[in-house]
Nanobody, 124 residues
Framework: QVQLVESGGGLVQAGASLRLSCATSGRSFSIYAMGWFRQAPGKEREFVAGISRNGGTTLYADSVKDRFTISRDNAKNTVSLLMNSLKPEDTAVYYC?????????????????WGQGTQVTVSS
């Protein structure tokens, strides 16, 4: 059974940092791109960051570029998202996902497996 489990969310003040982690099990995803998405109340799920299978290519939404960093450890089957300089508009449920390709894509339809999400709340 394929599982993705996110952790690391929480309530922080604006300007703080958080590190989200996603642990995968059930199969190896090292040959696929991985991504992070988020969904705020009343809004559609949006792409945040993605990373290629070997970590050599990363992709970020403009809203998080230069603040967030995605990384992966294929030996441990994990992907992480370091979030710095958090803003209230970053408040959302954050999801990790396994892509269908080796290069990250921005569309949710390009991802097959999803975690349950972890809540990030940034207060002003």
């Amino acid at each position: 059974q394929v599982q993705l489990v996110e952790s690391g969310g929480g309530l922080v003040q604006a300007g703080a940092s958080l590190r989200l982690s996603c642990a995968t099990s059930g199969r190896s995803f090292s040959i696929y791109a991985m991504g992070w998405f988020r969904q705020a109340p009343g809004k559609e799920r949006e792409f945040v960051a993605g990373i290629s299978r070997n970590g050599g290519t990363t992709l970020y939404a403009d809203s998080v570029k230069d603040r967030f960093t995605i990384s992966r450890d294929n030996a441990k089957n994990t992907v992480s998202l370091l979030m710095n300089s958090l803003k209230p508009e970053d408040t959302a449920v954050y999801y990790c996902a396994v892509g269908r390709t080796i290069i990250p894509r921005i569309r949710a339809d390009d991802y097959d497996y999803w975690g349950q999400g972890t809540q990030v709340t940034v207060s002003s």
